[in-house]
């Protein structure tokens, strides 16, 4: 059987990514530190033969037992009020974790694909943004620890597969949401989720105007699952992320309706660098990997509000 190793697998994307190759087969071994992940994410896999979570943080050597044949490098925090609690860490995790997940991959001679972001297109000047656009990114801000140690991670990739013929793909990834975000992480919908099911102000950063395009987990598991196993994606870079591109204001009010919430909805000075427009060319990943987001936003917005009534429902009783 082959085996998947998922670092950053008790994360929110990670946890939905290890459903995923599970579902298809595949023998999966979740690496985490649960810096930003939770066990929980994947409690409902413990005790299956095919599963295995091990905690560890990957900015040290890996030793797992193999051969592995896949290695999928998740494991990095990636919402904005990390950007301020664990920057160092950040930093770490996406150079030291980069650098030992792609020495495993090549002790196994296994295929390696590094989770990057739309942020290291930082503040574009082009839009929508492809991959051959290569940012607009403030190397000394605090959005920085995050943004350029994503470049540097791709870079190392990149590097990698020149030097030492490691088989290698990047997905940038665009906002993704739904189940098992974590609560408080300070990312647009889970906010505006929580707030409005608590009856709290929906609090929009600045006019509201700057516009997000969101993903549903499980499309994404999918994305990254195609540009992994799919032929001719090694030294390919992929966006994957919902081109369908909505303002921050609009999410808020669509969030608003779904929960059925009378919460106003509240506007706050802007953050400095907090990009302004962020909407993904797939037209890539619809060609080579034949993938493009199947759930739309109301659909995925109302499995998410729902996943949230329950989960806030058993944090908070009253
Ligand atoms: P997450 O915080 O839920 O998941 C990251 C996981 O990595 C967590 O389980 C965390 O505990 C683990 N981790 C962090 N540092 C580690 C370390 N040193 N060793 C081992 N495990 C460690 O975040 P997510 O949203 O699931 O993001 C997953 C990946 O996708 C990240 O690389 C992130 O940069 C990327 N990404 C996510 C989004 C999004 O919208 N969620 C957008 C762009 C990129």
Known sequence: ???????????????????????????????????????ENVAHLAGRPDFQLIEHDVCEPLDVEGPVDAVFHLASPASPTDFDRIPEEIMWVNALGTRNLCDLAQRDGARLLLASTSEIYGDPLEHPQRESYFGNVNPIGPRAPYDESKRFAESLVMMRRRMHGLNARVVRIFNTYGPRMRLGDGRMSIEFVTNALRGEPLTVVGDGSQTRSLCFVTDMAAGISRAMYLPATDGQVFNLGNPSEHSVAEYAELIRDIADSSSEIRHVPARPDDPQRRQPDIGRARKVLDWQPEIAPVDGLRRTVDWYREHLALAEPS
């Open 1 to 39: 059987m082959n085996t998947a190793l998922v670092a950053g697998g008790a994360g929110f994307i990670g946890s939905h990514l290890c459903d995923r190759l599970l579902a298809s087969g595949r023998r999966v071994i979740a690496v985490d530190s649960f810096l930003t992940g939770r066990p």
